[in-house]
């Protein structure tokens, strides 16, 4: 029989809560080594505002796709979603100047529209979400080239910019603080809730879950949609930030978010899709990008950054969740 470890003893405990607070660790390091290397122009606030406010469609966008991914599934189409509802808004109000919160509304009914297809597809035909999500993701591209005529439209009501961008507290743009809220919901939800619960108990063990009495496919589906919503929020912040939409704008966040979403499983609670860690991580990717963006980089770095990132993200949560595993078995031998 083997001799059971000792995780809870202080080398346990202090390995654990290095653990978790890894990329926090990480994200006050890139600060430090950039702020060295360029302290008048990365140590500014003027630059930390811009770092916090600018990537609130990031956070945003992550933060929607961990409902799913919370599940065991991926949704690959909510770069798209982002992009039809940022257009929609464009859309309606610049060229058929209808009012910004009729546009908004039906920006978000297009998203919850397009999750609830994802879903479908997904539950009643037993479709891998994988390929439900690219080939709708795929579509809704097209339905975007098609109703904006490929072009960028701008223009978007000075309502919208003025709560997203202009309107500042602490001197950080509102924006910054929509993700931040979203962040504290989901964390809530995930937490102390019972249908958070079931999404994280169907995420660990579906057949269980089934057996436990929990109506798996009706989860799954409901995650779906609440991606595809909080996508097109994500969309609508976007038009807000840019007072424009571009109908290819939304791919760019795609790698990203995955890579945020991946990287924050390893932190915060290791092991598992969590908002904090995603929310650390997305801020950990951004602020080395800014730094090497002040340094001098050319841009193609950035896709090389994220790729990496996105690589080591996947493989370091693989190994943290299999070291989870094994701390349990050990603990229960």
Known sequence: MSKPRNDDGIAGRLESGLERFALVGALVLVILIFGSLSPDNFLTAANFSTILGSQAVLVVLTLGLLIPMTTGDYDLSVASVLTLSSMVVAVLNV?????????????????????FLNGAFVMLFGIDPFIVTLGSGTVVNGIILWISGSTTISGISDGLIQWVVVKRLLGIPLE???????????????????????????????????LSGIRVSRVRWLSLIASAFISAVAGVLYAGTTGAADPTSGLSYLLPAFAAAFLGATSIVPGRFNPWGSFVAVYLLVTGITGLTIMGVQTFVQNLFY???????????????????????????
Request: with cysteine; aromatic share 14%.
């Open 95 to 115: 060229q058929h100047h209808v009012p910004i919160g009729w546009a908004i509304a039906a920006a978000l009914a297009g998203g919850i529209l397009v999750g």
């Open 176 to 210: 910054f603080y929509y993700g931040l809220a979203l962040c504290v919901f989901l964390w809530y939800f995930f937490e102390f809730t019972t249908v958070g619960r079931r999404l994280l108990f169907v995420g660990r063990n579906r057949n269980v879950a089934r």
């Open 307 to 333: 790729g990496g990132a996105l690589v080591l993200a996947v493989t370091f949560s693989q190994l943290v969740k299999k070291r989870q595993e094994s701390r349990t078995k050990a603990r229960s031998s």
